[in-house]
């Protein structure tokens, strides 16, 4: 079955500062999306993007499908960043989540 | 803006008991999904459903696990004879119509087996 890695599996920032979450997956895919879990255990829905750039406030995702990958960018980080990102991926149906990446923002 | 809906939040039940949890999907969705994460790890398929049938299980959902879609609005997930092993965080799911869509999720429900 497909495959999805994310890295890095753990990061932790200055607020204020910008980060990079990658996610690879290893077939071609018809849905990706990233995931903020907050600290109650909630998946909150941050992009669907199977392809192309989005963005939405300091959010913003890019997916290179051809190349199978994509990039979550966090920019000016706030303490309320922290959590886990998972990246999830699927043909069709059922997702397929990354391990994810614990991002810790300290004041 | 519409949300998907789970109850109950947390449970606790005794080892071999069975349990119910319960999902309202957004209304004009088709597609409904169980999901699960034991602590610490990624989140996993365990059932779609569509149509009032299974379209695809996982490895995971044997015959201890069944869904049902009772009526027009609630998706449950029965769990027969409940295992330690099946403490976890339970996530619901659901799709619009059309092949490509975001799937929403609710809240989730933590399970806790003694």
């Known amino acids: 079955g497909i495959q999805v890695e994310q890295s890095p599996p753990d990061l932790i920032l200055q607020e204020g500062a910008n980060s990079t979450l990658r996610c690879n997956f290893s077939?071609?895919?018809?849905?990706l999306q990233w995931f903020h879990q907050n600290p109650w255990g909630q998946l909150i829905n941050l992009f669907y993007i199977p392809s192309g750039t989005k963005q939405n406030g300091r959010l913003s995702a890019t997916t290179v499908a051809t190349e199978r990958y994509s990039l979550l960018y966090i920019s000016s980080s706030q303490t309320t960043d922290s959590g886990v990102y998972f990246c999830a991926v699927g043909q069709g149906g059922k997702l397929i989540f990354g391990q994810g990446t614990e991002l810790s923002v300290k004041p | 803006e519409p949300e998907v809906t789970q109850t109950p939040s947390h449970q606790v039940t005794q080892m071999g008991q069975e349990v119910i949890l319960r999902c309202v999907p957004i209304s004009n969705h088709l597609y409904f999904y169980w999901y699960r994460q034991i602590l610490g790890q990624k989140v996993e398929f365990l059932v779609s459903?569509?149509?009032?049938?299974?379209?695809?299980k996982s490895e995971i959902f044997d015959d201890q696990f069944s869904v049902e879609r009772p009526d027009g609005s609630n998706f449950t997930l029965k769990i027969r004879s409940t295992k330690l092993e099946d403490s976890a965080m339970y996530f619901c799911?659901?799709?619009?119509?059309?092949?490509?869509?975001?799937?929403?999720f609710g809240p989730g429900t933590r399970l806790l087996v003694l």
């Open positions: 799911a659901s799709t619009p119509p059309g092949a490509q869509e975001t799937q929403y």
């Open positions: 077939d071609s895919v018809n849905n």
């Open positions: 459903f569509y149509n009032n049938e299974i379209s695809e």
